[in-house]
């Protein structure tokens, strides 16, 4: 998926620091994301919440993460 818009644009809409939402793009942010900031990130790409929870548990598989 596509988005035009900056890391800071993308903070913004999620209203979170940019080094988070660096952090959240690299795969070096906490291991379990607030539901509020799932939901955020749903909205703000245009997928379910459940799409956004399906790809953090295939993320957490793949990395090893409890």
């Known amino acids: 998926m596509k988005i035009n818009s900056t890391m800071n644009d993308m ?17 070096d942010r906490q291991t379990d994301m607030s539901l509020s900031i ?13 799409t956004i929870v399906k790809e ?7 990395n090893q993460i409890a």
């Open 11 to 27: 903070a913004k809409k999620l209203d979170i620091s940019e080094s988070y939402y660096s952090l959240i793009e690299n795969g």
């Open 38 to 50: 799932i939901e955020k990130l749903a909205k703000a790409f245009g997928v379910s919440v459940q």
């Open 56 to 62: 953090e548990m295939k993320y957490k598989k793949e």
